[in-house]
Each structure stands twice: as structure tokens, then as C-alpha cells.
């Protein structure tokens, strides 16, 4: 870690409302598509985002939420799909805040691949002094 | 866009909740008084306040959630002159999300005038990096 | 005021969800255990966690939220122990915002002790500009 150039962008999604989790994702994506190192951070609720099954039961959550405000979804990325593109991107990391896993009794295994679980003393480490934007969504 | 100093402030309001909409529009209008560069983006369900009658809306729900939990609205500025203040102040701009315009099928003679729609990547182009302070609310 | 170091991190808490004040009261009480100066400054439905009884109040809230997504809560942090380390810690500031406080008409008495009250502007004045960073819960 301490050999690593620090991130431009730090995230921390700590809800499962699509308001937090869509937009969180949209902005990482365009910010790693644009060369900045982006780190995402998923605790609270917002850990359903990268828990297996969680971004589709979200995602449905979020159409029954568009079409109950009287609009039809159209042309809206798949949240499995931005995702993948984090996933896949260089200088992009996911986390998963471990005080979360242990508090609300969620298995390590249901986590998706690819995301180590770390505390907030971690990411505060990495992040909270120096010139890295902390993003609360 | 690439002349201009760059804003001290960025606000992403990204929610119709009243406890989004209105500190965002309390700390901008305020940052600005102070003399600093503030820009706003309005995104997701957040676009819903610069949608032509979408601040009544917001403050009438924002009212009776007052009234439900007991307390009575004193002295809270109305959410039009807080949106007017912003637009009619030096230094300060307000955009419009072009992927939420998009998605929900909300027309662009919806939006209040002077606020121009960009996207993700023209936010980040300019606030991305350097000092800009980023806040989400 | 002038003559203090600045903060390296200040929390707006302005929701009293418990995603909001839970990883905002973590977040900054291990910053503050790791040596970072924290201010933390409640506002809206936020003020809440630090009006008396308020702590306890979410955090009924949190636990009855956490059996309806059929969890059980396992080890985590009262809230009250929280604020109590907050409030005890070295380079900690926890400040109330004068504007809820008239808006909703709630009285100076009913905040808990040792939480000045002071307005945006004061808050934007220490925190505005330079290289604390801005978190929003």
C-alpha cells in the first residue's frame, strides 16, 4: 500500500437506495475511464451493492421506484454492468468495510470476487489526509 | 470553460429529500455571500429541483414532514428564493444531468432556464482534480 | 478560531438515518484515534443524534431496521459510546447549527453539553476553503 500512488477519488457507498448506489457507480466509472485512480468503499447497507444477488434485487428496487414516480426506464446502464467495467478497470479497487461483515453477520463468501475486506482505520489510512476527494453517496 | 478559475465548491445534489435539497442550497448560497466559486450539478431524483415546479413540490413535502414529526416551520427560507438567490449570483453555476434527463424522459424545456446539461465527465474534467472541494448530497 | 490548526476532516451529519450517522460517528472516532483533528457538525434532521435522548431513539431505529432485513445486530457500538468518544477525544469538535435550531424550534437546552451552536457561515469560514476535507452524511 505504502508504495502505491495515492488515489484521485475515494467513495464510500453506505446505502442500498439507487440514488447512492447509481450515481456512486456512474461517477467511479467516468472518473477511471478518464485516468484517475478511483477507490470505492462499500459499508452499511450500501454493502448489498457488491454481495452476490445484491445489485440485481437493487436494480429492481430502483425500476419499481422510477415507474411509481410515472417515468419508464430508458436506456439506463445495468448496474451489473457498471460493475463489471469497475471490476475491470485498472487503477480501480473495491472494498468491503469488514466492521459491516462482522455487525450485521453477513458470510465473507457472499461477497463478490475481487473486493478485500478492510476496516475504516485502512481507508482512512490511505485516504484521509493528502490530496485524494472522499465521496460520501 | 478552460479559462476559468476553478470553483472552491462543487455540490452534486443527487435526492429530492428535503434534508438533500435544502442544506445544499443553504451552503452554496452561503459559500457564495463569502466571495467563493460555487457550482451545483443536479442529478438523479435531485434533478427534480430545478424542474419547473419541482421546488414547491419539495418544500410541501418538506413541510409536512415537519408538521409529522412534531415541529412547525419557523423562519425557513422558501426553497424558490434560495434557488433564486443562486441564480442570480456571481460566481455560481447550476447544471442539469443530461444521463438523468435521458433516462427518465424528462424534456429539456422541463429544466429552469439557465442551467446548461452536461454530464459526468464534464464534472470531473473540471472538479475532478485539483483543490475543487466535492460534496454530495 | 484563527489561531487553531484547521481540521483535517469535517462531517455534516443532516440525516438522522442510521447509515448516516453511524458511519459518520465511526468514521470520525477512528480519525480521531489515528490522530486526525475532526469537527463534526450537525444540522437538519441530523441534529437529532446530539439532542438528548436522540442516540438512543436511532439507534431503537437501527436495530428494529436491521431484524426487518433479517439481520441480527452482533457487536456493534452503542451510539452513546460513540458520542461519548467523540466528546472526550483530544482535537474533536462537535457543533450544533443555529439555523435547524430556530427553523424547528428546538430549544438551546435540549442539545447535549459541550456542543457550541453556530451557523453555516462559521462552519464555511474554517472549512470552506484550504485542505480540510468536506464530508457529507
Same mark, same amino acid.
Given at each position: 500500500m505504502s508504495a502505491e500512488k495515492p488515489a484521485d477519488i475515494a467513495i464510500i457507498v453506505r446505502s442500498d437506495r439507487p440514488e447512492s448506489v447509481y450515481p456512486a457507480f456512474i461517477l467511479a466509472t467516468t472518473a477511471s475511464a478518464m485516468g484517475m485512480r478511483v477507490e470505492m468503499f462499500f459499508t452499511f447497507w450500501g454493502l448489498k451493492a457488491i454481495v452476490k444477488g445484491g445489485a440485481d434485487e437493487i436494480e429492481k428496487g430502483f425500476y419499481e421506484e422510477l415507474r411509481k414516480r410515472g417515468m419508464e426506464p430508458k436506456g439506463i446502464p445495468r448496474l451489473q454492468d457498471l460493475i463489471s467495467i469497475a471490476r475491470n478497470s485498472e487503477n480501480f479497487k473495491i472494498y468491503a468495510c469488514s466492521t459491516t461483515i462482522e455487525a450485521m453477520g453477513? !458470510?465473507?463468501? !457472499?461477497i463478490i470476487e475481487g473486493c478485500p475486506i478492510v476496516g475504516a482505520a485502512s481507508f482512512l489510512a490511505r485516504h @484521509?489526509? @493528502?490530496g485524494t476527494k472522499i465521496l460520501i453517496f
Open positions: 453477513i !458470510s465473507n463468501d !457472499s @484521509g489526509r @493528502g
